[in-house]
């Protein structure tokens, strides 16, 4: 049984001055309990504590909340707006106009780069995309997985096949961090959302020329619809503080099978997939540039 610091019809609240925090087993079982509750986990640490990748995509899809007890109050760990206790749960501080003074402070240590891909599968191997997307990038299978951090189970697809988790955690060289979530749809198909996280330091070369082929090399073990490729400024070491550090944007989209070239929408063949680069992963409006590539492709045929 989980142990929360406070509890109330709105919040289960985690109080924790570790210096690294993952989707631990005891976060990721209140976020169970408090799925479809109307209940929300807040997990509340200090200014100078660190969350891993996973525990942030969980906190990016508001499934938990990270907040951050500074020396001027607290405040949202992955927004800076400033955030008071109700009573009942943290919630934004109405009257402030800018954001938590520690939010701005900037990154501790020297950033690098997180290099980020997002795909869905309808497929009934768990763990295959993983496997695939890590090899293909890294030329290593992942090195474990677990059902919540830390890692304690060494990387072998059989035992994901013979009893496959609902959420996995995967970790791999590079370094990188992976998160499958499965869901089961009336017909009895099982769908597969994953989103790995490759970490690159300051100034070490990336493989944004080489992507179209190592997608497709993916690809041809595990069939996908699409698959979105981001970068951010990140810490080499796959965590992340609650401070700003910069923006996410696109570097491209993978489509399975050939779309039809369109104006304003340059893309290359590669094998089993189309690709389709953002134009300057610098700038922020790119992401403007994908939703308008999102909506020319679903209102084209796939050839």
Same mark, same amino acid.
């Given at each position: 049984?989980?142990? +929360?610091?406070?509890?109330?019809? !709105?919040?289960?609240?985690?109080?924790? %001055?570790?210096?690294?925090?993952?989707?631990?087993?005891?976060?990721?079982?209140?976020?169970?309990?408090?799925? *479809?509750?109307?209940?929300?986990?807040?997990?509340?640490?200090?200014?100078?504590?660190?969350?891993?990748?996973?525990?942030?995509?969980?906190?990016?899809?508001?499934?938990?909340?990270?907040?951050?007890? %500074? /020396? %001027? *109050?607290?405040?949202?760990?992955?927004?800076?707006?400033?955030?008071?206790?109700?009573?009942?749960? +943290?919630v934004p501080l109405s009257s402030a106009t800018d954001y938590a003074p520690g939010f701005v402070k900037g990154p501790a240590s020297p950033l690098g780069t997180h290099l980020t891909l997002t795909l869905r599968t309808d497929s009934s191997a768990p763990g295959a995309a993983?496997?695939?997307?890590?090899?293909?990038?890294?030329?290593?299978?992942?090195?474990?997985? %677990?059902?919540?951090?830390?890692?304690?189970?060494?990387?072998?697809?059989?035992d994901l096949y013979a009893d496959p988790p609902t959420r996995m955690v995967a970790v791999g060289p590079g370094p990188s961090l992976a998160l499958s979530e499965r869901t089961?749809?009336?017909? *009895?198909?099982? /769908?597969e959302n994953t989103t790995i996280t490759f970490a690159f330091a300051l100034n070490a070369p990336q493989p944004h020329r080489h992507l179209p082929a190592i997608l497709a090399a993916a690809a041809t073990e595990v069939p996908f619809t699409s698959l979105l490729v981001h970068q951010s400024p990140g810490r080499p070491d796959l965590t992340v503080e609650? !401070?700003?550090s910069g923006t996410?944007?696109?570097?491209?989209?993978?489509?399975?099978? +050939?779309?039809?070239?369109?104006?304003?929408f340059p893309s290359a063949a590669a094998?089993?997939?189309?690709?389709?680069?953002?134009?300057?992963?610098?700038?922020?409006? /790119?992401w403007h540039h994908y939703h308008r590539l999102l909506h020319h492709l679903q209102h084209q045929p796939e050839h």
């Open positions: 049984m989980t142990t +929360f610091d406070a509890v109330t019809d !709105r919040a289960l609240v985690v109080l924790s %001055d570790r210096p690294v925090i993952g989707l631990t087993s005891d976060l990721a079982e209140a976020e169970s309990t408090c799925t *479809g509750s109307g209940r929300i986990v807040q997990l509340v640490t200090s200014p100078h504590s660190r969350i891993t990748t996973v525990l942030r995509l969980l906190v990016t899809a508001n499934k938990i909340e990270w907040i951050v007890r %500074d /020396t %001027d *109050g607290y405040y949202a760990a992955l927004t800076g707006h400033p955030m008071h206790w109700d009573g009942t749960a +943290f993983v496997e695939a997307l890590t090899r293909a990038m890294t030329g290593a299978n992942p090195t474990g997985w %677990d059902t919540s951090e830390p890692i304690a189970h060494p990387w072998n697809l059989a089961s749809a009336h017909n *009895g198909t099982a /769908t609650p !401070r700003w996410s944007t696109p570097v491209g989209l993978a489509i399975t099978g +050939f779309r039809p070239p369109a104006p304003d094998g089993p997939i189309t690709w389709y680069p953002l134009g300057d992963t610098t700038t922020p409006a /790119t």
